[in-house]
């Protein structure tokens, strides 16, 4: 059973070594999904826009974490699993500010992943109030910032605290304000040679039994 694997992330959503995935959050969820409805999971690691043309052509099997608000067109041939998270996305730097706010980021340069859509932000980055600069992963990112690349850059929670987790106290980078809060599903695709009512029963069966909490807590 193919699942899409977006080559941009990184731990601790996944741990691509040598274009391999190889550990994380979404390899343990995928790969658990897989068991419970008797399925092994291959993982294609995959650029965003290669993903998003096999799904409309109806190549992939699964796709995990994703938020409709993410997509630029539907997938007809694909069911939407329920949510089993939120990805809380942030303004991050590296002080902390205790009166900031989103206009601080006009005219500035934001740290940003390639091919990552933003849509609390979209107005501001496509008008230019706000200056997009992609890395290749979420990892890079918050390198960049790290580094005074930029005053400013948007990570999700728990990609800001698997930074934070290697950093020394006085490198830590600081959340200033949350920007949206996107349930997140997976989209199954509904074919005859897949068994995908029992995959979205088997999202819900781990969500309500704390699999997937016990996942999170791994890399927490």
Known sequence: MHFSVNESWAMPMVSIVDGQA???????????LAQKVGRRAEMLVLP????????????????????PDWLSEPHHQYIWSLPFMVQRDLIVGRSAEADFTLARLHGKRLGTVLGFSYPSLEPQLASGEIQREDA??????????GAGRYHYAISSQLSLDWFNRNQPREKQLHALAEVSADPISCLVRDGPDIPTQALLRALVQMKEDGEFDAILARYR
């Open 48 to 67: 965003r826009l290669r993903v998003q043309r096999l799904l409309t052509s109806g190549e992939l099997d699964v796709r995990c974490y994703v938020n």
């Open 22 to 32: 190889r550990g994380g959050i979404l390899y343990d969820l995928q790969l658990r």
């Open 136 to 145: 290749r992963t979420q990892q890079l990112t918050l390198e960049k910032l």
